[in-house]
T-cell receptor, first 113, second 114 residues
Framework: DQQVKQNSPSLSVQEGRISILNCDYT??????FLWYKKYPAEGPTFLIS?????DKNEDGRFTVFLNKSAKHLSLHIVPSQPGDSAVYFC????????????FGSGTQLTVLP | GAGVSQTPSNKVTEKGKYVELRCDPI?????LYWYRQSLGQGPEFLIY????????DSGLPNDRFFAVRPEGSVSTLKIQRTERGDSAVYLC????????????FGEGSRLTVL
């Protein structure tokens, strides 16, 4: 049973437009959420996180939105750049940030020049 | 180096053989994690060390899998009697004293069991 779900395996967006990546979770005990980016043959790299006490966190071109009632979070990238093309993983943990992360299956983002 | 280092980067072995995968975390990071990533899936948690002890090994799939971190730094993931289903990328990550929950991942060890 997947506790973190990314239902879109791929997404293509034109350069300069907004990319919106979605993630749903089922475990109501999750209280910390992260997004990771992964290029081929590299390990995942941390992008942005959000605690369940917030509903929005912004860092430059990246914004994460959390809707606890819907158990849904999304990552917005604006404006999208070709270098953003990668696999994006949503991850969640319970009991604070020290615990192990549960990952979604990822979404391949392709930003077209 | 400054990042998490994993060796070997690629390992091809035959079914039934024993395999060791090594992880050298970022210096000073006390928490170390092992994950496994199969094709088309996200990383799947295996085991978490805090210092020398395994704080959570609930993700290890069976008793063929074992991991150690004897001095609280380098860790070795050991797989006995490998099976074709063990083929995956094994990722190691470490975390320092931060409240962001950020894990720093290595590039992974790709294991292929023939």
């Amino acid at each position: 049973d997947q506790q973190v779900k990314q239902n879109s395996p791929s997404l293509s967006v034109q350069e300069g437009r907004i990319s919106i990546l979605n993630c749903d979770y089922t475990n109501s005990m999750f209280d910390y959420f992260l997004w990771y980016k992964k290029y081929p043959a590299e390990g995942p790299t941390f992008l942005i996180s959000i605690s369940s006490i917030k509903d929005k966190n912004e860092d430059g071109r990246f914004t994460v939105f959390l809707n606890k009632s819907a158990k849904h979070l999304s990552l917005h990238i604006v404006p999208s750049q070709p270098g953003d093309s990668a696999v994006y993983f949503c991850a969640a943990s319970e009991g604070g940030s020290a615990r192990q992360l549960t990952f979604g299956s990822g979404t391949q983002l392709t930003v077209l020049p | 180096g400054a990042g998490v280092s994993q060796t070997p980067s690629n390992k091809v072995t035959e079914k039934g053989k024993y395999v060791e995968l090594r992880c050298d975390p970022i210096s000073g990071h006390t928490a170390l994690y092992w994950y496994r990533q199969s094709l088309g899936q996200g990383p799947e948690f295996l085991i978490y060390f805090q210092g020398t002890g395994a704080a959570d090994d609930s993700g290890l799939p069976n008793d063929r899998f074992f991991a150690v971190r004897p001095e609280g730094s380098v860790s070795t993931l050991k797989i006995q009697r490998t099976e074709r289903g063990d083929s995956a990328v094994y990722l190691c990550a470490s975390r320092g004293q931060t409240n962001t929950g950020e894990l720093f991942f290595g590039e992974g060890s790709r294991l292929t069991v023939l």
